[in-house]
């Protein structure tokens, strides 16, 4: 091939290697390395991510005590999860006052924040406002009617 070709080639693969990578690195895509409880992760790049809109059961730690049905939270969050890698859409509060990225997560298509809410494993946090608020309220109820994850035996 001569060079007056070779070059240009050179270059188009350049810029479009340059252009992929920082698509890629705008889809925010990581593998979990840590599920902590229902509502809080840990991603490859070493950031903790708190599911917005969710409030789950808090496991035993270091700082809360275990609360009913903390465990069973975080292992179906674990599942949800395992072997997944994940698309993180930060909030627009970037953290929240303990350092954590406030994120919504999605595993292919699916939005984590609110399947751990619709399996009746996670209550749907109303303190703040956030985009899927209604949505959320309406998959607890959905799960507390059917009585589904931790509502199987609620009145």
Known sequence: MKDYVRWPL???MAVLLVFLLRWAKQLDIHEVTEVY???TIRIDDGRNIRLIG???PEVDSPYTREEPFGVESRDHLRK???GRK???KVGAAPVDR???TLAYVYAGDVLINGRIIQDGWAQADVRFSYK???LFIAYEK???ARRIGMWEHSP
């Open 80 to 82: 949800l999860l395992a």
């Open 132 to 134: 899927n608020k209604d």
């Open 54 to 56: 969710v409030d789950a």
């Open 10 to 12: 050179v270059v188009l």
């Open 142 to 144: 959905e799960a507390r």
């Open 37 to 39: 409880d229902g509502d």
């Open 98 to 100: 303990y350092g954590r």
């Open 86 to 88: 994940v698309q993180v």
